[in-house]
């Protein structure tokens, strides 16, 4: 008995021992993590945060009428929150004829009747807090819609109130200095009017008609909606186009410098920062809590921090199009250099942003979104054997740096390219009006069809794809936009049971982000900058250092390290079989791995 007694009393002893043993360690690394936390200045939730994209038009249609609804999301909410993003932002959903699908509003206050109403919005915001969630809204107010009621009364009279809510010149002063216009099948920012014998200006289509920034009573007007939205609940906004809201109202010549890249020229009006620091004043800084993005077109490197110094007290952040813009031919609508990227390039766009924000203001990352091709095709490689490889590494690199990703529905699925053969299948203003003019002109009808297949905005708005019923349960009607006949194989249902799948990678790289702080808020470093190959760099915080190495190719690649790879531990690898980490100096990567060490 006495020695059964002796045993149990060294057993109980060694179990106390090793759970002393562990203590100090469990010590240590709560005391590293709280070093580690209260060394970050500047935390903002929204630095923390994973924004998640939604186009409302293609998500989820809830009535059968093959367009996606408030309803349609508020459904899938669940899955929303499953996987692991913070903040959802969606694309306009406020009263449009949908010229350009909601980016022209006649009713900022008026829920588009496609969408559903004013009580399903407010059902989807306090859904969306109950799970966790925030939203954003798209704040589009350089131009409305040419059937808004202001631009209705605009256009009624040279002396009606509202007539300089808009930008007029008139016809006897002659023809008003060349504007370029995105949406124009002419490329012309003037529109003539015969009502008053006067021209508008829209820098997008015809019927975007821009407000006019310079009148204090178009600005107040604009507050007041803001607040009206703020009031409700929502936790931000994302601004359409905001850097063109200012304008020279003399409307000189443009300089010639500009003509070759005038989205610039729009984006330095004179009062543009007067403007938004009024914003500021008068409706942001009264929501403290909430967080703003600009959509920075037009905007260089240079121009980033006026917006988004906190010290200016402007806006939190803006997204860039320095990435999105490589590989495009100078000059030309939107047409690929069949060269394509180099890598060198790829990674020296995005650490020159990263380095602009070292110690102010804070970046955002992303591959795709609603104007943008899908990322798997435009920046990954679609084919069947290296799609999902490569979507998991393009997530990898947007979870790894130092700036808040946006991420757009269907890319935690590895969606792709719709490639249309036919015009007759598109949908986007920007596609129909760019054939028309080409046609208007004599141009390769043919050579821009195949380009669109690469570059076209329908291609990442065609319809989320759920599961392998028809119309991959988007809807029982009949879709607005044709859904990508890989439904069968890429969709939620088939993902979610797959544990290698391109979703659950998301959800596992979106968890190792928010668990690593050094994976948000860490220094980043570039190494091996002139790899063809390979993206490697390195992210340091408070004595912590992760390592990640990215293999943009078909092929095997080496990273070369200075470090003893043998002491790294892998934190996570795009594939299923992890490598021997015993190579020192030099790791080769498996074509398209993605991998996140900790060194430190
Ligand atoms: O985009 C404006 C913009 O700068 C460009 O990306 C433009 O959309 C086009 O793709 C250039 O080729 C914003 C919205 O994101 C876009 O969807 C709207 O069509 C546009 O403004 C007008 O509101
Ligand atoms: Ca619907």
């Known amino acids: 008995m006495k020695i059964i007694k002796y045993i149990n009393l060294i057993i109980i002893m060694a179990a106390i021992a090793a759970i002393v043993s562990c203590q100090p360690q469990n010590k240590k690394s709560t005391a590293q993590n709280k070093k580690s936390t209260t060394n970050i200045p500047n935390r903002k939730w929204w630095k923390e945060a994973v924004v998640y994209q939604i186009y409302p038009r293609s998500f989820k249609d809830s009535n059968g009428d093959g367009i996606g609804d408030l309803k349609g999301i508020i459904s899938k909410l669940d899955y929303v929150k499953s996987l692991g993003v913070n903040v959802i932002w969606l694309n306009p959903i406020f009263a449009s004829p949908n010229h350009d699908n909601g980016y022209d509003i006649s ?20 859904e969306i807090h109950r799970h966790g969630l925030k939203l954003i809204l798209d704040l589009v107010v350089n131009h409305t819609s040419s059937e808004h009621r202001w631009f209705k009364q605009s256009r009624s009279s040279r002396n009606n109130s509202y007539r300089n ?4 010149w008139p016809a006897e002063r002659g023809k008003p200095a060349k504007r370029y216009s995105f949406f124009d099948v002419n490329n012309n920012a003037w529109r003539y009017d015969s009502t008053t014998n006067a021209y508008y200006l829209h820098y997008f289509a015809r019927s975007q008609p821009d407000l006019n920034w310079e009148n204090p009573k178009v600005r107040q007007a604009i507050y007041k909606m803001m607040r009206f939205w703020f009031n409700k609940g929502i936790d931000g ?29 729009y984006a330095n009006g004179p009062h543009l920062h007067e403007y938004l620091k009024e914003m500021n004043r008068e409706v942001l ?42 590989g495009y031919l100078p000059g030309k609508y939107k047409t690929l250099d069949p060269k394509g990227v180099k890598l060198v390039d790829f990674k020296n766009v995005y650490t020159r942003w990263d380095s602009i924000y070292e110690d102010k203001g804070w970046g955002t990352i992303y ?43 269907g890319d935690e699925l590895g969606m ?7 015009i007759q299948d598109y949908e986007d203003i920007e596609t129909l009006h760019e054939y028309q003019h080409l046609k208007n002109t004599g141009g390769n009808l043919k050579k821009f069809l195949d380009n669109q297949k690469m570059v076209a905005r329908d291609n990442g708005r065609t319809p989320f794809q759920w599961d392998t019923t028809r119309n991959a349960g988007f809807t029982t009607g009949h879709p607005w936009l044709k859904v990508n006949p890989n439904y069968k194989t890429i969709n939620v249902a088939v993902e979610e049971k797959n544990p290698n799948s391109v979703l659950n990678y998301f959800k596992k790289i979106i968890r190792l982000r928010k668990k690593n702080l050094v994976l948000i808020y860490g220094r980043y470093t570039l190494l091996d900058k002139e790899n063809p190959d390979v993206y490697a760099y390195t992210r340091e915080l408070n004595g912590k250092k992760d390592l990640v190495l990215l293999n943009f190719t078909t092929h095997k690649a080496q990273a070369k390290l200075s470090f003893d790879m043998s002491k790294a531990k892998l934190l996570i690898d795009n594939y299923s079989t992890a490598q021997d980490t015993n190579a020192v100096k030099t790791f080769t990567l498996r074509p398209y791995e993605a991998v996140v060490f900790e060194l430190k």
């Open 165 to 168: 809510y808009y930008h007029w």
């Open 107 to 126: 009713n900022y206050r008026k829920i588009m009747k496609q969408f559903g109403d004013m009580n399903d919005f407010d059902t989807l915001l306090s």
């Open 285 to 326: 800084s009264k929501y403290p809590n909430t967080m703003t993005v600009a959509e920075g077109a037009g905007v260089t490197i240079g121009e980033a921090l006026k917006f988004v110094d906190p010290a200016r007290k402007e806006l939190n952040m803006l997204y860039n199009f320095d990435g999105m813009s490589l």
């Open 416 to 422: 792709t390219n719709i490639k249309f053969d036919s």
């Open 237 to 265: 906004f994302r601004m359409d186009v905001i850097p063109f809201i200012a304008k020279d109202t003399t409307f000189p010549k443009m300089p010639a410098k500009y003509h070759g890249n005038w989205a610039h020229f």
């Open 367 to 409: 591959l795709g979104n609603h104007d943008q091709p899908r990322m798997v095709t435009r920046w990954g490689n679609d084919s069947p054997q290296f799609r999902a490889l490569s979507s998991k590494m393009l997530t990898t690199f947007l979870m790894t740096m130092r700036a808040t990703p946006f991420y757009y529905f």
